[in-house]
């Protein structure tokens, strides 16, 4: 039986009640029943069934037998619908038994509180440190560069190459490099053991999405992107770190002067739709806000001589709604009909008082830094040899909203660490060129590096001939760097306190710790190509979260 079932108490009529003194009619439980779970049982006193010896019987009214017939049925009626209610409120109860307990405790509470002094406690809310046994993440990699698309961001452009992608990975039960959509491209990497291991795929026409599940001990992922353009139009080189998405992002450089073109690229990994606002500083100043809208698993392209034409500066403040979104810009520049560069970058660290650029090869035609500030401040841009040689030292003051360049044309050739000191926040980054045969010749833009204490995983991309690759590693205060490689092979150096120090690297993976905060940028140059990369602890795939139960 349910609960909204009706209980059958028989279709006989109850016996008509003569007028003679007599008890109330009583409903009578069918023999032998035993009462359901949780269903609420009357335990008062029956009635006396006879009448004291010294009190007069009870004078039942002369009223028509009609009338006591009607009272009577409706007397049992309604202990029918009580015991009715008992047993519905009975099984209720059985399955909302605290929230009864809790109405019923109301009232109690309530009077108490009118009758006894109110006490105030306060306490901490209970809290525990949670690491999850396991997360996801993904690093987007932008694929080849695009030319143009249209100001309405509803356009990807035209693919100018292809791209090869690097990964490596530690303590992970798996790597998987996929489409926007999803799709796999392969399924590159088995690592079930907390070691390193790396892959990759090469001759990309499209975005990729780097995914990796931790194992239980945490894990870490890292993978960059490089491409080489040799066109009538557009050449150079690019090495790119795939980066994960973010709702706030700066991205310093580039300029839509005559024979440059820069490309927004917004690529968004998510299953959602992402709404973004941008909004572009030049070196005349703010420029007028643009919106676009990425669809999931899509990808749009902006070119910005449409959002801030003739700019001699830029800085890009990209946010987004409804989904992160993994940023990039993309710069193709040509003097006449001589093609003199290409690069892709993606945003640097946040803006903030105090930004950091290891990694800033001077290679015979100096180095510029670009800061951007929304508020007036003041700002002091240091240049750090990582051979020990002389820097140089500048102060300059920064107007809101206008993008700036200092000019570091002074410094002899050398890898460097540039670090910027100022009162408000800003974004930053440094610009690098490299000459090479037939007056060929290549830029790279390096954004700036977090300050981190975490162990990183970072991939190197293969070399073409005359290639090498550089880690410069600024570490905040003294302490110990250990580099590993993919083979097990350690290399472990003493740093001193804001004195960069610089590591030759091969093709593969590796993990970076140690035991000081620092900053990392690894640089890839040769006769005719340069370019730069963060590494971040961004790619950390399971942390340490604080819970507060309810």
């Not at 093609?339 to 100096?366: H, K, M, N």
């Amino acid at each position: 039986m349910t609960m909204s079932d009706p209980i059958d108490h028989g279709s006989e009529e109850p016996t008509p009640v003569e007028p003679v003194t007599a008890a109330e009619p009583q409903a009578v439980e069918p023999e032998g029943k035993e009462p359901e779970p949780n269903e609420a049982v009357d335990v008062s006193e029956p009635e006396s069934d006879h009448v004291a010896q010294d009190e007069e019987p009870r004078q039942t009214p002369d009223v028509p037998r009609g009338a006591i017939r009607i009272e009577a049925q409706e007397a049992t009626a309604a202990q029918h619908t009580s015991r009715r209610s008992r047993v519905r409120w009975g099984r209720v109860g059985a399955r909302v038994g605290v929230t009864v307990v809790v109405v019923a405790l109301l009232p109690i509470t309530v009077l108490g509180a009118l009758v006894t002094p109110q006490l105030t406690v306060t306490a901490a809310p209970a809290s525990v440190a949670v690491k999850p046994a396991a997360s996801y993440l993904d690093l987007v990699c932008a694929g080849p560069a695009r030319m143009q698309g249209n100001a309405q961001g509803n356009s990807t452009g035209t693919v100018l190459g292809s791209a090869d992608i690097a990964a490596a990975s530690s303590d992970v039960s798996g790597v998987r490099i996929g489409e926007l959509d999803g799709g796999d491209i392969a399924s590159a990497l088995a690592d079930e053991a907390p070691r390193l291991a790396q892959a990759g795929v090469t001759g990309r026409k499209a975005a990729a999405v780097i995914g990796a599940q931790a194992n239980t001990g945490g894990g870490l992922v890292g993978a960059v992107q490089t491409e080489t353009l040799s066109r009538e139009d557009v050449s150079g080189y690019s090495a790119t770190a795939c980066t994960t998405a973010s709702s706030d992002a700066w991205l310093v450089g580039g300029d839509t002067t005559t024979g440059r073109v820069v490309v927004l690229r917004l690529l968004n990994s998510s299953t959602n739709e992402a709404d973004v606002t941008i909004q572009a500083y030049t070196d005349v100043g703010k420029a007028k806000e643009s919106a676009a809208s990425v669809p999931p698993s899509g990808e749009v392209s902006i070119p910005l001589s449409a959002v801030a034409p003739g700019a001699k500066q830029l800085a890009i403040h990209v946010t987004s709604t409804g989904a992160p979104i993994a940023a990039y810009l993309q710069q193709t520049s040509i003097d006449a009909l001589t093609p003199v560069g290409f690069d892709l970058w993606s945003y640097g660290a946040p803006a903030s008082v105090a930004q950091y650029i290891p990694g800033v090869l001077v290679a015979g035609r100096g180095a510029t830094v670009r800061l951007i500030s929304e508020t007036d401040t003041a700002a002091t841009i240091t240049a750090i040899s990582a051979s020990g040689g002389t820097g140089s030292a500048s102060e300059i003051s920064l107007k809101a909203g206008i993008a700036t360049d200092v000019s570091m044309t002074s410094l002899a050739d050398g890898m460097y660490q540039v670090n910027v000191a100022s009162d408000a926040p800003v974004a930053a980054a440094a610009l690098v060129s490299r000459a090479g045969a037939s007056n060929s010749l290549d830029f790279g833009w390096i954004p700036s590096a977090s300050l981190s204490t975490q162990s990183v995983v970072f991939a190197v991309p293969a070399l073409a001939a005359g290639q090498s690759a550089t880690l410069t590693v600024y570490p905040d205060i003294d302490g110990t760097v250990v580099l590993t490689d993919a083979g097990g092979g350690q290399k472990s150096v003493a740093v001193s306190a804001q004195t960069p120090v610089t590591l030759p690297l091969s093709s593969g993976g590796y993990t970076l710790n140690a035991d000081t905060a620092y900053a990392a940028v690894v640089t890839v140059s040769g006769a005719g190509s340069i370019a730069g990369y963060p590494v971040t602890a961004a790619d950390t795939l399971a942390v340490v979260e604080t819970v507060f139960p309810q």
